[in-house]
C-alpha cells in the first residue's frame, strides 16, 4: 500500500536527489512513520483537514503579496500538507554549517564597516565594498554594537546528497513568522503525527530573539518595535504576526521621529523613546535624509540616531553589505584567515567576473551557468545560459566583458525534491530550505527547521512569487525534545500589567477609521435593506417618502436625476448601485472595502475572531453573478448580522485601552453623523401624506420595535423625533450617541477640555429643546449646527492624536 501512494517514484528524475525515498519504493527510515500515518489516515480524511486548514488560512489573514497579482496583498498563503523531514545527524551538520557562517559573516562586516584590514590585506577585492550601492559611507567607521541579529541561509541539496548554500540573507531575513504559522496549522492538521515523531519545537528559539533584543536595548523594559514598510508589503503577514507573537509594536515610517538624535515613538499619549528597531525595511529606505530621498518608509535623522548610540537597529544599519553572491567565492579562504576553519556548508559555486579569470571561464562556459546581478540592488532577472541562444549569448558575453564587476555567475543546481500533497497522491517538487541563525548576545543558536518553499509544478524555479509553495520543516530528533511555549511561563514569576500599551498615533487613526468605517456599512446596508424591501411595494405619496428617505444618505456618487421626481427603475438601479457598484465611493461594497483595508493595517491589534468577521465581511456584500431582486434583502440581512457581530465583539471582546476608545469613538461619531442628518429632515415632516417617511426611518434606524412598545401604531412626528433624537435608552438616537461621546472622550489622555465642554454643551441644549413647540425654528438651527459640529470633533482628534498639530479653535453651537 505504502508503494501506492509512492506514485511520485516513477515520475521523479534520477539526476536530482528524492528526499522522501532512495534507490528503491521504500522511504528513507526517518519518513517511513509518516508515509504509514498518511496511510492510516487516508486520503478522504486527509482532504476534510487540509479543506480546514485552508479555511483557517484565509480566515487569520494569512496572506503573501505577490505582486502584479489581480488578487495583491490579498494572496493566501499557499501552503502544503506535507511536512519536509530532516534527520537529527543530517540537522546537527546544518546547524553547525549556518552558525559558522553567521560568525564568519559578522566578522567581515565590523571590519568592512570598520578598520577594513581585509580590503588593505587583498582578502577581499575593493571593488566588491566601494562599488556595491549597499555599503553606506555615512555609517561607515561607527560601532552599532554588532551587525547581525538574524541572518537566513538558503540551503539547495545536490544529488549527491550534499547541501549547498545558495544565498545569504543578512539585511532584513523574512521568514520565520510564515515557518512558525506553518507549523502551527500542520501540527494542527496532524497532531498526533506530531507528536509521536518527535518534533524539535520553534518556542525557544523566539524566546531567545525576544531576549536578544531586550539584551541588545541595554536597559530594563526597553521599548522595542518591529519597523515594517506597511500593508503593501509582500510579507506584511508576517510582520503583524511576529509583533503580536513577541510582543512588540508594530510600527511604520511615519510613526516615528527623531528629536535631539533619539527615536521616538508617536502615541496618543505623546512622544515616547525607541530603544530597539526590529526593522524589515531595506538600508536603503531607512533614512530619507543619508540614503534614499524618495523613501516614505524610513525615519528622517534614523543615522545620525545610530551613530549617536541612542538607539539600537537590528540587523544593523549596512549590513546588507554582504547580501551579495559575489562574495561567496571569496569565503573559504576568509573562514580560514579569521576562523582559523574550514567552511563547514560549502557555497554553491559562484564567480565574480570582476576577476580577470572569473570572467573568461564564465564566458566559456555560460551554457552551465546562471547570471545575476553581483548587487542585489541592481534591478535584473537571473538568466540561465542553458537556455539562451547562440546570438543571445553573444551580447550577454559582450555586457559582461563592458561591466564585469556587476555581474555574477553560479552553477546551475539540480535542486532535490520534496513530496507535495495532490488529490491523494505525492508527486515530487524542487525545493530550497531556508534555515535561520540567531545572535543571542553570548552566541548563535540556529532555528531547529525552517521555511521550506517547492517549485508550483515540475521544473526548478522555486520562488513564492512565481506560484510557490511553502513546508514545514520538521527536526526529526533522536532524544528529549524541549516542550517549551511562550504562552506558558514554566512556573517563572510573571510581572502583572494592567496599564495601557503603547498605541502609535497611526495605529490609532486606523482604528478610529475602522469605527467609522464599520458603522458607515451598517447605516448603508440598513438603508438599502429598507429601500429595496419596498421600492416594488409603493406608489405615489409612499414613493415619494421613499425618494426622500434616499436623500437623507445622498452623495455626490448619486445617480438619480436632479431636477425631477425619478421614475421606480431610477430608484431600484440607483439602489443596486449603492449596494455593489465598486467604483462609486459610498457604495456597500466599497465601504466594506474600506473596513478590510484599514483593518489590514492594524490586524496586529484585533483578535483573531475579529480578523476572520472582517474577511467575512468583506465578501459579504459582493452580489452574485444571476442574483435575482428578490434576494437582495435577503443578502443585506447576511451582511447586517456580520457587521452586528463586529459590534459585538467591539463592545464585548475589546480590552478597554486606548485603541478602544478610538474604534468606539469612530462609530459613535459617525451614528452622531447620520443622526442628525435624518432629523434635519424628520424635522420638517408634519404633513400626514409624509408621515410614511417616517416608518422607513424607525426601520432603517433599527428602531422600530422602540416606538411600537411605546406608541402602538400611531405614527406621529413628535413621537418619532423624541424616539431617535432625545431617548437617551435608545442606543440609535442622538443624545445616546453624544453621552457616549462625552464619556469616551473624557477618558482619553490629554483630551482636549473645549471640545468636552462643545460635546457637552450641545448634548443639554438638545434635552432643552421643547418638541411640542415645532413651529419654533430652534431645532432646525440647532441640527444644523451640529452637523457643522461633529466634523471639528473629528478634526481636533486627528491634529491632537494622529498628527500631532496644533489643535483647531473648536466650533461652537450658535
Not at 54 to 76: F, K, W
Not at 343 to 355: E, M
Not at 457 to 470: D, T
Not at 489 to 508: I, K
Request: hydrophobic share 40%; net charge neutral; aromatic share 8%.
Amino acid at each position: 500500500m505504502i508503494a501506492d501512494l509512492l506514485q511520485q517514484t516513477s515520475l521523479r528524475d534520477p539526476a536530482v536527489y528524492d528526499e522522501l525515498s532512495g534507490d528503491g519504493f521504500e522511504p528513507r527510515p526517518h519518513w517511513a512513520g509518516l508515509i504509514e500515518s498518511l496511510h492510516a489516515i487516508g486520503s478522504e480524511e486527509l482532504a476534510k483537514r487540509w479543506a480546514r486548514a485552508e479555511r483557517r488560512i484565509a480566515e487569520n489573514g494569512v496572506t503573501y503579496n505577490v505582486y502584479d497579482d489581480a488578487l495583491g496583498a490579498s494572496r493566501p498563503w499557499s501552503l502544503d500538507l506535507i511536512p519536509l523531514l530532516i534527520a537529527a545527524d543530517e540537522w546537527r551538520a546544518i546547524e553547525a554549517g549556518i552558525i559558522q557562517r553567521a560568525e564568519l559573516l559578522e566578522l567581515i562586516l565590523a571590519d568592512l564597516y570598520g578598520p577594513q584590514k581585509l580590503i588593505k590585506e587583498g582578502h577581499v577585492p575593493p571593488a566588491l565594498v566601494f562599488a556595491n550601492p549597499e555599503f553606506l559611507r555615512p555609517v561607515a567607521g561607527h560601532s552599532q554594537g554588532g551587525h547581525l541579529h538574524l541572518i537566513a541561509v538558503d540551503l539547495a541539496r545536490s544529488p549527491d546528497g550534499q547541501w549547498w548554500v545558495l544565498s545569504d540573507r543578512t539585511q532584513a531575513p523574512s521568514g520565520t513568522g510564515y515557518a512558525l504559522e506553518n507549523r502551527l496549522i500542520v501540527a494542527d492538521v496532524l497532531p498526533d503525527l506530531f507528536r509521536s515523531s518527535n518534533v524539535r519545537r520553534l518556542a525557544h528559539f523566539f524566546r531567545s530573539q525576544r531576549d536578544a533584543l531586550t539584551k541588545l536595548a541595554g536597559c530594563d523594559q526597553p521599548r522595542i518595535v518591529l519597523l515594517t514598510p506597511g500593508p503593501w508589503n509582500e510579507t506584511y503577514f508576517e510582520h503583524s504576526f511576529l509583533a503580536r507573537y513577541l510582543g512588540f509594536t508594530l510600527v511604520e515610517g511615519g510613526d516615528l521621529t527623531v528629536r535631539d538624535r533619539r527615536v521616538y515613538l508617536k502615541t496618543v499619549e505623546g512622544l515616547r523613546q525607541v530603544d530597539v528597531i526590529l526593522r524589515r525595511v531595506d538600508d536603503s529606505f531607512c533614512d530619507p535624509l543619508e540614503f534614499r530621498g524618495d523613501s516614505f518608509l524610513g525615519v528622517c535623522g534614523l543615522v545620525d540616531a545610530v551613530i549617536a548610540g541612542n538607539v539600537k537597529v537590528a540587523n544593523a544599519l549596512g549590513s546588507g553589505l554582504i547580501e551579495t553572491a559575489a562574495i561567496m567565492p571569496f569565503l573559504p579562504g576568509l573562514a580560514r584567515h579569521l576562523l582559523g576553519e574550514n567552511l563547514k556548508l560549502p557555497s554553491v559555486a559562484t564567480w565574480w567576473c570582476g576577476q580577470e579569470y572569473a570572467l573568461h571561464w564564465v564566458i566559456d562556459h555560460l551554457e552551465g551557468v546562471v547570471v545575476k546581478p553581483a548587487f542585489p540592488a541592481r534591478p535584473m532577472e537571473p538568466v540561465f545560459g542553458a537556455r539562451l541562444a547562440k546570438a543571445e549569448k553573444k551580447r550577454l558575453a559582450t555586457q559582461l566583458r563592458a561591466w564585469p564587476h556587476e555581474y555574477v555567475a553560479q552553477e546551475e543546481v539540480a535542486l532535490s525534491t520534496a513530496p507535495v500533497w495532490d488529490h491523494g497522491r505525492l508527486l515530487p517538487r524542487s525545493m530550497v530550505l531556508r534555515t535561520y541563525a540567531l545572535n543571542t548576545g553570548s552566541g548563535w543558536v540556529a532555528m531547529p527547521g525552517g521555511l521550506v518553499r517547492v517549485a508550483g509544478s515540475e521544473g526548478p524555479v522555486v520562488s513564492m512569487q512565481k506560484g510557490g509553495h511553502s513546508k514545514d520543516a520538521w527536526i526529526v530528533w533522536d532524544g528529549p525534545v524541549d516542550t517549551f511555549s511562550l504562552l506558558r511561563s514554566r512556573g517563572q514569576p510573571v510581572e502583572l500589567r494592567r496599564g495601557p500599551t503603547d498605541l502609535p498615533s497611526r495605529v490609532a487613526d486606523d482604528l478610529f477609521w475602522l469605527g467609522r468605517y464599520a458603522e458607515r456599512a451598517e447605516n448603508v446596508a440598513r438603508l438599502l435593506r429598507t429601500s429595496l424591501g419596498w421600492v416594488r411595494r409603493v406608489e405615489g405619496a409612499e414613493f415619494d417618502c421613499l425618494v426622500r428617505l434616499h436623500g437623507c444618505f445622498e452623495s455626490r456618487h448619486s445617480k438619480l436625476p436632479k431636477n425631477r421626481r425619478p421614475t421606480a427603475i431610477e430608484l431600484e438601479r440607483e439602489l443596486i448601485s449603492l449596494l455593489a457598484d465598486p467604483k462609486r465611493g459610498d457604495s456597500l461594497v466599497s465601504t466594506l472595502g474600506d473596513v478590510s483595508r484599514v483593518s489590514g493595517r492594524v490586524r496586529d491589534r484585533l483578535s483573531s475572531d475579529m480578523v476572520r468577521l472582517i474577511g467575512q465581511l468583506s465578501e459579504s456584500a459582493r452580489v452574485k453573478d444571476g442574483m435575482l431582486f428578490v434576494d437582495y434583502s435577503s443578502h443585506l440581512t447576511g451582511c447586517l448580522e456580520l457587521l452586528s457581530a463586529f459590534s459585538g465583539m467591539e463592545r464585548e471582546n475589546t480590552t478597554r485601552g486606548s485603541g478602544w476608545l478610538f474604534l468606539s469613538l469612530g462609530r459613535r461619531l459617525e451614528r452622531a453623523i447620520y443622526s442628525a442628518r435624518e432629523l434635519r429632515e424628520l424635522a420638517g415632516t408634519f404633513a400626514e401624506k409624509d408621515w410614511p417617511f417616517l416608518e422607513y426611518l424607525l426601520e432603517a434606524a433599527d428602531s422600530s420595535m422602540t416606538y411600537r412598545s411605546r406608541y402602538y401604531t400611531v405614527v406621529d412626528p413628535v413621537a418619532v423625533l423624541d424616539v431617535l433624537m432625545c431617548d437617551g435608552t435608545n442606543p440609535r438616537s442622538l443624545d445616546f450617541q453624544l453621552t457616549h461621546l462625552a464619556d469616551l472622550y473624557s477618558k482619553l489622555p490629554r483630551y482636549n477640555a473645549g471640545d468636552l465642554r462643545s460635546i457637552q454643551y450641545a448634548q443639554n441644549m438638545l434635552r432643552s429643546i421643547d418638541l411640542q413647540a415645532l413651529s419654533d425654528d430652534r431645532l432646525d438651527r440647532a441640527l444644523r449646527g451640529l452637523e457643522r459640529l461633529l466634523p471639528s470633533w473629528s478634526n481636533n482628534l486627528s491634529s491632537t492624536y494622529f498628527i500631532h498639530a496644533v489643535t483647531l479653535p473648536t466650533t461652537v453651537l450658535e
